[in-house]
């Protein structure tokens, strides 16, 4: 069942497919030229406009979970206390306002124009960007990118630390924690954070995973050969957060799998498993993991601003302040850190309580499968659900997952064909 939009048109059109295209498959093209972090919004100015041309609208009544946080975002302005922080909330508002499109827009286009297969080999070519840029993370760690749209900005803005690392990307974060006998550099490239690169790959592998089912082989030969490739940088990132990320899907989905006897993909998985904790202990990854853990104390802060961020959202619980501010014990600010901490402490209980349904309900419906492509689709929707704890989700990540909600919601709520 779903709710439609409707305005008199003489005829239906069928909408193009180049605009997901370009988000994906030209991120390499916008990285390059500084509008890498503002590409969903970029692209949904097409797809607003070829859309309104079209003339009809379906959306799935469980959107309406997202659409009032969207709405609940944009009243949340009111509370911002400072001029600067408008910045940081417009770049966040047209990263919610440009997800949506997306979301719109592959939900009302035709399957027989752009299948889930075709969807799926367009975020190959992301993922295949993605590893590449963290290979340019292990090997390059010190350069970073200056940009046209560095050049051309506003002082005020540019000088703004947020907006600097989205227009001057770096390959890689190099850290050096106090007492740390040598820094840790751990790829990013092309996102502004090493976070956001493990929060793509881990969103990505189960789509990736999904790919190899449905493709045929050469596209599935091409899948695993980037996926492999990706190892030696996902290592390089010491990233806590995707490996459990990925452990945790994967687990889910041999539990699936084994549930309903699929055997070749449960095996499959399992093999792969093998290999991957294999390569890991021959690194010496965990090692590596612990001596970051050691001097980087990430926990305890991770546990100090997660307690300022709650009591930060009880002072203003309805609209919550707007954006992320200076924490008053730590050099990092407070609603960081994690995705739904952003949210509550921005937007207030009202704002997490949408976000969060509109994750859930996602998950929920997507849990019935039939073939192994469905269940890895479910399988990306449930990593989101997991790692919107301690990741943040800027443009890329969340345009990844409204595509993947798209697909899964077009098959079990078909938008409504128009006369």
């Known amino acids: 069942m779903s709710e439609t939009l409707t305005r008199p048109v003489t005829r239906q059109v069928e909408l193009p497919a180049w605009p997901v295209v370009l988000l994906f498959a030209g991120f390499p093209l916008l990285w390059v030229l500084g509008l890498a ?5 970029i692209c949904a100015v097409p797809m607003l406009v070829l859309l309104w041309a079209r003339g009809n609208v379906s959306l799935p009544v469980g959107s309406a979970f997202w659409i009032f946080f969207v709405i609940w975002a944009g009243v949340a302005v009111l509370a911002l206390d400072n001029i600067f922080r408008v910045v940081g909330y417009g770049v966040r508002m047209t990263n919610y306002l440009g997800a949506t499109m997306v979301f719109v827009y592959v939900y009302n286009l035709g399957v027989r124009r752009f299948s889930d297969r075709r969807a799926l080999t367009v975020l190959l070519a992301f993922f295949a960007f993605v590893v590449l840029g963290g290979w340019l993370g292990v090997l390059l760690p010190e350069v970073r990118l200056t940009t046209p749209t560095s ?5 005020s803005i540019a000088s703004n630390e947020y907006v600097g690392a989205l227009v001057r990307p770096r390959f890689a974060e190099v850290q050096q924690p106090w007492g740390a006998p040598q820094p840790f550099t751990r790829p990013s490239a092309p996102f502004a954070y090493t976070n956001g690169w493990g929060c793509n790959v881990a969103l990505l592998v189960p789509c ?4 190899v089912s449905l493709a045929g082989r050469r596209v599935r030969l091409a899948t695993i050969l980037v996926l492999a490739l990706g190892i030696v940088p996902a290592f390089a990132t010491l990233n806590r957060g995707l490996y459990i990320a990925v452990v945790v899907g994967l687990l889910y989905a041999v539990v699936r ?10 095996g499959g998985v399992l093999a792969g498993g093998v ?8 690194v010496g990854l965990l090692s590596s993991l612990s001596q970051r853990l050691e001097y980087s104390a990430t926990n305890e802060s991770r546990s100090t601003i997660y307690a300022e961020a709650f ?13 992320p501010r200076p924490s008053a014990t730590l050099d990092i600010s407070v609603g960081t850190q994690g995705q739904i901490w952003n949210v509550m402490f921005s937007f207030g209980f009202v704002g997490l309580f949408l976000f ?5 309900w996602l998950a929920v419906v997507s849990a019935r499968w039939q073939h192994s492509g469905d269940l890895w689709l479910h399988v990306s929707l449930v990593v989101a659900l997991l790692t919107i704890v301690y990741y943040g989700y800027d443009g890329p990540q969340l345009s990844v997952m409204m595509l993947v909600a798209a697909l899964v919601l077009r098959r079990i709520r078909p938008p409504e064909v128009m006369a």
């Not at 009591?311 to 919550?320: D, H, K």
């Open 311 to 323: 009591n930060g959202t009880l002072a203003s619980p309805l609209i919550g302040n707007g954006a």
């Open 275 to 282: 290999v991957v904790a294999v390569a890991a202990n021959a």
């Open 208 to 211: 990736m995973l999904a790919l």
């Open 37 to 41: 972090s503002f590409a969903p919004v």
């Open 257 to 266: 799998f084994a549930f309903h006897g699929r055997l070749v993909p449960l």
């Open 356 to 360: 969060v349904g509109w994750f859930a």
């Open 151 to 155: 050049l051309v900005l506003p002082g």
